[in-house]
């Protein structure tokens, strides 16, 4: 069976400083990869998602950015952190190649930046 | 309008009571639609598709209006469980890997 870890599970962070959270894949191959980040009291925004290794679609323009290293790893990163970027990150997968199937979520970061 | 929006409620119910969500969409090349059920605090985790023909599983009912561009969840004998935010998803025709959430329908069960 598929499982999806993500971490870590809560950060602290101060405005400015860099940001890397990791996501991997287990049990299934060219899964499509995605980042999502959901405000307080707010719904889930599509940040960035990835049908293929190197592969990566921004949804909207901001001072994150995310990479594909491996088949089954997705990062999330950021060089200066904003106030702003504070949220609930989820990582989530679905099956490559069939273009209709549903995500599937890691148990997701809260990140504070301070 | 928005490509998905939902009621955001909240709905709060008595134990046994049979509530009912609504969710609409502005892509009429919309292919897939899901539920999704989202625990405060928590990742949402996906609750059951729904197929053009409607489906159900246990207490759970979902169909799709093609021709009026909504999905509808309908709950039946709720319980003190069942109190959640409730997503739906649309993934619409311009882009199979993109899917588009509503913001949630909130329901909180009494008992």
């Known amino acids: 069976s598929q499982t999806i870890h993500q971490w870590p599970a809560t950060l602290v962070q101060p405005v400015g400083s860099p940001l890397s959270l990791e996501c991997t894949v287990e049990?299934?191959?060219?899964?499509?990869l995605y980042w999502y980040r959901q405000a307080a009291g707010r719904g889930l925004q599509l940040l960035f998602y990835?049908?293929?290794?190197?592969?990566i679609s921004s949804e909207v323009p901001q001072n994150l950015s995310a990479s594909r290293p491996q088949d089954r790893q997705f990062i999330l990163s950021s060089k200066k952190l904003l106030l702003s970027d504070s949220g609930f990150y989820l990582c989530?997968?679905?099956?490559?190649?069939?273009?209709?199937?549903?995500?599937?979520f890691g148990n997701g970061t809260r990140l504070t930046v301070t | 309008r928005k490509e998905v929006e939902q009621d955001p409620g909240p709905f709060n119910v008595p134990e046994g009571a049979t509530v009912a969500f609504n969710c609409t969409y502005s892509?009429?090349?919309?292919?897939?639609f899901f539920w999704y059920r989202q625990d405060c605090r928590k990742e949402p985790k996906l609750l059951m598709s729904?197929?053009?023909s409607g489906n159900e599983d246990g207490r759970f009912t979902a169909q799709l209006n093609r021709a009026s561009q909504y999905i509808s969840l309908l709950i039946r004998d709720s319980k003190l469980s069942d109190s959640a935010t409730y997503l739906c998803?649309?993934?619409?025709?311009?882009?199979?890997?993109?899917?588009?959430f509503g913001k949630g329908t909130l329901l909180t069960v009494n008992p």
């Open positions: 989530a997968w679905s099956l490559g190649g069939a273009g209709n199937s549903p995500l599937h």
């Open positions: 049990g299934t191959s060219n899964p499509n």
């Open positions: 990835s049908i293929g290794i190197g592969q």
């Open positions: 892509n009429s090349a919309s292919q897939s």
């Open positions: 729904v197929y053009s």
């Open positions: 998803v649309v993934i619409s025709g311009g882009s199979n890997y993109k899917l588009t």
